[in-house]
């Protein structure tokens, strides 16, 4: 069974940075692409990056940076200059073979003004 674990949220303020991580497990990485989606209170799942098996971006907001550690079976999301607007929970996708979605369990990020 594959499994999802997001982590690296937490509460920062205005201008700053952070670095979420993806780590998943239960199938071979090469398999996997991975998006990172964002839910603001009573708002719906939104797209924020999303990176390829083979390692292409699907950019989003140009602030974003993600990237995989095959070595590591993990895909980061490195987030810079965050606004108050960032806020929500952060959940990784995970695709396999192109079929299959698993998601982790989200992770806070909270900006404060």
């Known amino acids: 069974q594959v499994q999802v674990v997001e982590s690296g949220g937490g509460l920062v303020r205005a201008g700053g940075s952070l670095r979420l991580s993806c780590a998943v497990s239960?199938?071979?990485?090469?398999?996997?692409?991975i998006n990172w989606y964002r839910q603001a209170p009573g708002e719906q799942r939104d797209f924020v990056a999303g990176?390829?098996?083979?390692g292409v971006h699907l950019d989003g907001d140009s602030r974003f940076t993600i990237s995989r550690d095959n070595d590591k079976n993990t895909v980061y999301l490195q987030m810079n200059s965050l606004r108050p607007e960032d806020t929500g929970v952060y959940y990784c996708n995970a695709v396999r073979l192109g079929r299959f979605q698993y998601w982790g369990q989200g992770t806070q990020v909270t900006v404060s003004s």
């Open positions: 239960g199938s071979p990485f090469s398999e996997i692409a």
């Open positions: 990176i390829s098996a083979a």
